[in-house]
């Protein structure tokens, strides 16, 4: 099983755990505007850390950014799976085409 895989696994758990020993169940309980700002926060801290900061600022910015990522697609019912696919899909094609496609 790969990482997102298994940290998926595990955040799918810990969304219906106690809130007072997980922090994914805090933020299950506090709700999907907070899920949504925190994953705002970590994109903006991780465009910092391509800007300005050393590579290991980005290292833990982008684990940081996947977390909440996975942590807000577990509260939607998205598998990341089905992300995945999506990515899978656009494989064969250039972006460019993926581009045009969105701007018809
Ligand atoms: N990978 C992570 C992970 N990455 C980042 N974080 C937390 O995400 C937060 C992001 O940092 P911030 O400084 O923005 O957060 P903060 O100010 O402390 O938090 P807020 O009070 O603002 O929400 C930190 O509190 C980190 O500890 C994570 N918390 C949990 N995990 C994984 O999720 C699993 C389940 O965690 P629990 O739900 O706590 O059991 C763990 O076993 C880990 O594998």
């Keep these: 099983m790969d990482t997102l895989t298994r940290l998926e ?3 799918q758990q810990r969304l219906v755990a106690d809130p007072g020993s997980s922090y994914v169940a805090q933020l299950h309980a506090r709700g999907l505007p907070v899920m949504a700002r925190k994953l705002g926060e970590e994109a903006v801290e991780t465009i910092v850390a391509a800007l300005s900061g050393t590579r290991e600022d ?3 910015e982008a684990a940081d950014l ?3 990522l996975t942590v807000m697609l577990a509260e939607k019912g998205v598998p ?3 992300v995945m696919a999506e990515l899978d899909r656009r494989e064969g094609t250039s972006g460019l085409e993926e581009k045009a496609s969105r701007s018809e």
């Design 9 to 11: 696994t595990t955040i």
């Design 66 to 68: 996947l977390f909440h």
């Design 58 to 60: 980005l290292v833990g």
């Design 80 to 82: 990341m799976g089905e």
